[in-house]
Structures are given as structure tokens and as C-alpha cells.
């Protein structure tokens, strides 16, 4: 498995979906039948996963829409994003490809 650092790019991956309920996120993994659900700053870093994103971008937007610092958002991100895959919900794609 690919280790994952700032530079990594990530996205939801195309067999999942999801609502929001109250400002918070269910998702469901089509593949599964499994859902999930995210509280609601989990669930505005899944809406920033719609598209292609770089972890280093995903704790920079947050930074500076949320009250927290840059270390305490990056651990928060690495953990979530890790059980994201976890769970195969999202996917690393080789920035090398992108370019």
C-alpha cells in the first residue's frame, strides 16, 4: 500500500455515495452495501474528495476555515483519510499520472 504523505492524491472513489443528514455525511459503498458516516467537519473534507486533491491542499482549506491548528489538522486528516482507505472509500492516485 502506498504510503501516504502531503504530496498524496486523493478522491473519492467512483463506487461510493453520499447524502448529507444534519450536516453530517452518510456514505455508501455501492460495491459493499456498507454505509458510513462522517461528522460534520469529516463530512466537509469528504465534499472537498469529490474532486482531486493533494492531502497538503485538503489541511490547507481546512486551516482556514476552521479555528485549528496546522498540526492538529494534519494529524486529523492522515487519520481520517487513512481509514477512508481503509474502508476503500477513496483513492491514491500517483501524481505522476495527473501531470
Not at 450536516?23 to 472537498?48: A, H, P, Q, T
Not at 472509500?89 to 501524481?95: M, Q
Amino acid at each position: 500500500m502506498k504510503t501516504l504523505d502531503e504530496s498524496s492524491v486523493v478522491v473519492a472513489a467512483d463506487h461510493t455515495t453520499s447524502a448529507e443528514v444534519d450536516g453530517e455525511s452518510v456514505i455508501l459503498d455501492l460495491d459493499g452495501g456498507v454505509y458510513y458516516g462522517l461528522n460534520s467537519s469529516g463530512s466537509r473534507i469528504w465534499k472537498k474528495l469529490q474532486e482531486k486533491k493533494t492531502i497538503e491542499e485538503l489541511i490547507d482549506e481546512i486551516t482556514k476555515e476552521y479555528d485549528v491548528g496546522r498540526s492538529e489538522c494534519e494529524d486529523d486528516i492522515f487519520s481520517l483519510v487513512q481509514n477512508l482507505k481503509e474502508n476503500n472509500l477513496i483513492n491514491i492516485i500517483d501524481a505522476q499520472k495527473i501531470k
